[in-house]
């Protein structure tokens, strides 16, 4: 049975048309009806009782990984992970440069159908010196041959299609397609990125574009299959 993995940056839950609607996200989720769901801009904030995350683990039925990057005495900000498979282990990983808004990384092992897949879920920064540094802090995260399959997912903020980030990224995990999945009412930019180690797993890379998901938020999710 394959794996199916997404990367969706939710944007607060605010969607298109401006409006705070967590309930549009967790249709989205529902409709991906993915094994792991990478979240970026996730705003904690109490939605009819709950946590914002908790709030969609319950409405999608899976389990929630939270990994905020900026923490406020109000409420928290940053990535996520939900997912339907068995967790193994969680590190969280800072990625913040001096001077710039923080940022981080979820990276945690799975049961993946009997095999043990690393999901490493990232938002990296704006600046491109930063995202450089970012990317080699990550690369580092992946002890290959310790694992069955690797998978570094997430909204890397990164347009530069021949920079160094993407050449570092495409030479380790070999290249992937770049898919357009930002602005989503009328993609042309692929902030959104899979990889997958070994290459050969990865069958499948798509933007879920349904109309929902077109004002949900201002990204599309992005999802891969992986054969196991």
């Not at 607060?12 to 996200?25: L, Q, S």
């Not at 440069?97 to 920064?125: F, I, M, N, S, Y």
């Not at 495409?170 to 990889?195: C, I, N």
């Amino acid at each position: 049975m394959p794996l199916t993995l997404v990367t969706y940056n939710i944007h607060a839950c605010v969607g298109t048309d401006g409006r705070f609607e967590p309930a549009r996200i967790a249709g989205v989720i529902r409709e991906l009806d993915a094994d792991v769901v990478a979240l970026q801009e996730v705003d904690h904030r109490h939605v009819e009782g709950y946590d914002l995350l908790d709030y969609l683990a319950v409405k999608t039925g899976l389990t929630a990984i939270a990994g905020p990057t900026l923490l406020r005495e109000s409420r928290h900000y940053g990535n996520a992970i939900l997912t339907k498979l068995p967790i193994l282990t969680v590190n969280r990983v800072d990625l913040t440069l001096p001077g710039r808004e923080p940022r981080g990384a979820l990276d945690v092992t799975l049961d993946g159908k009997e095999r043990h897949v690393q999901v490493v879920a990232t938002h990296l920064g704006l600046k491109p010196w930063e995202r450089r540094q970012q990317v080699r802090q990550l690369l580092k995260l992946f002890d290959i041959d310790s694992r069955d399959i690797y998978v570094l997912l997430g909204d890397l903020n990164e347009w530069f299609l021949w920079g160094r980030p993407l050449r570092w990224l495409h030479g380790h995990f070999r290249s992937t397609p770049h898919v357009a999945t930002y602005p989503s009412r009328k993609p042309f930019m692929a902030l959104d990125r899979l990889w997958v180690h070994p290459r050969r797993r990865l069958a499948k890379l798509e933007v879920h574009a349904s109309s929902l998901a077109r004002i949900a938020s201002d990204h599309l999710p992005l999802k891969g299959t992986i054969e196991i």
